[in-house]
């Protein structure tokens, strides 16, 4: 018989004190246009790669700036760099520039190639 009904979701919160920023840092001091995201979410909505996983590159970015370093750095090795993000953007953001700085970043504190 097939099993239905609910579970409880598990709880989370965001801490940002005990959060790391510095991925965030290093990329706001490299590519300013990181500060005119207005996550729109239209570079998500245009990649190939969300389009058939998980990934939203819209999602990264939030966690990069709240200082989620794990989690972010699971998710963006889903990223090609093929910059299909950044014709579309919006507000100019330089997305895939962003991304490359993001691992640059992860090697450089984590020690840890994405
Ligand atoms: S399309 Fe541009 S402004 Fe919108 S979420 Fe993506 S990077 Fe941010
Ligand atoms: S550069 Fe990455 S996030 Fe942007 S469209 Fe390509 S795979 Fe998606």
């Known amino acids: 018989m097939e099993k239905f009904g609910f579970s409880i979701s598990k709880g989370r919160q965001i801490d940002y004190e005990a959060n790391d920023r510095s991925v965030a840092d290093y990329i706001f001091a490299r590519e300013s246009s990181f500060r005119s995201c207005i996550e729109c979410g239209g570079c998500a909505a245009t990649c190939t790669t969300g389009n058939h996983t998980k990934f939203s590159l819209r999602e990264l970015h939030i966690l990069i700036k709240r ?44 020690k840890h190639a994405v």
Request: charged residues 25%.
């Open 67 to 110: 200082g989620e370093n794990d989690l972010a750095r699971q998710t963006m090795k889903k990223c090609m760099l093929c910059g299909k993000c950044t014709l579309v953007c919006p507000r100019g953001v330089n997305t895939r520039n962003i991304v490359v700085l993001a691992k640059q970043a992860f090697q450089i504190f984590d």
